[in-house]
């Protein structure tokens, strides 16, 4: 069964409008810590952000957010004042466990486009 | 920042050639990985290790073998290459931390385009 799901294949944003990118994921674990990764055309993936399973707070970086709705098992992105070159696909994983060495489980992405 | 080279960005192998990509990260990472990236699949876990020596396949790893004799050094074999292993391959590294629940991203690499002719 998919561990993580983005049912957006694609979105489309103006130049600095907010955008949401979905994410929900199905884990019985109760310790487990959520990622965003950013990979623009040339191909290396960017992390961007965590949430673990247990912080209270939602994770911020900067333009992004981490709208984080436990009960509901879902994990969404929030970017603000979109540029540019924030065009790139987007992919949302997690990590089930405690321990780092745990290998993440990667949802199917989300190509998004900034438009001027 | 943490490095994490991946020896080729395109390579083109034969059908049956025994295919090597190498991986090395500069930064004492004790976990690393090789994922698989194909159009709408996503990454798929092909093999994991987390210390020298050791490895522990994943999701995909027929077809596969990995060798990691260095800790900074993470090679993923093809043993008798095929045209549906034509794919992009992303190699990444982590910190080991334990007793808590671990916010340390995985660090990849640039990622290699191998195309099987």
């Known amino acids: 069964a998919q561990k993580i799901t983005q049912t957006q294949p694609g979105m489309f944003v103006q130049e600095k409008e907010a955008v949401t990118l979905d994410c929900t994921y199905d884990t019985s674990d109760p310790s487990y810590g959520l990622f965003w990764y950013k990979q623009p055309s040339s191909g290396e993936m960017i992390f961007l952000i965590y949430?673990?399973?247990?912080?209270?707070q939602n994770a911020t970086e900067g333009r992004y957010s981490l709208n984080f709705q436990k009960a509901r098992k879902s994990a969404n992105l929030v970017i603000s004042a979109s540029q540019l070159g924030d065009s790139a696909m987007y992919f949302c994983a997690m990590r089930e466990g405690q321990d780092s060495g745990y290998a993440l489980n990667f949802g199917k992405g989300t190509s998004l486009l900034v438009t001027p | 920042d943490v490095k994490v080279t991946q020896s080729s960005r395109y390579l083109v192998k034969r059908t049956g050639e025994k295919v090597f990509l190498e991986c090395v990260q500069d930064?004492?990472?004790?976990?690393m990985f090789w994922y698989r990236q194909d159009p709408g699949l996503g990454l798929r876990l092909i093999y994991f290790?987390?210390?020298?020596?050791?490895?522990e396949k994943g999701d995909i790893p027929e077809g596969y073998s990995v060798s990691r004799e260095k800790k900074e050094r993470f090679s993923l074999i093809l043993e008798s290459a095929s045209t549906n292993q034509t794919s992009m391959y992303l190699c990444?590294?982590?910190?080991?931390?334990?007793?808590?629940?671990?916010?340390?991203?995985?660090?990849f690499g640039d990622g290699t385009r191998l195309s099987i002719l």
């Open positions: 990444a590294s982590s910190k080991r931390t334990g007793g808590f629940i671990s916010n340390q991203p995985q660090h």
């Open positions: 930064m004492d990472h004790e976990n």
């Open positions: 290790s987390y210390d020298v020596k050791m490895k």
């Open positions: 949430q673990g399973s247990y912080d209270q």
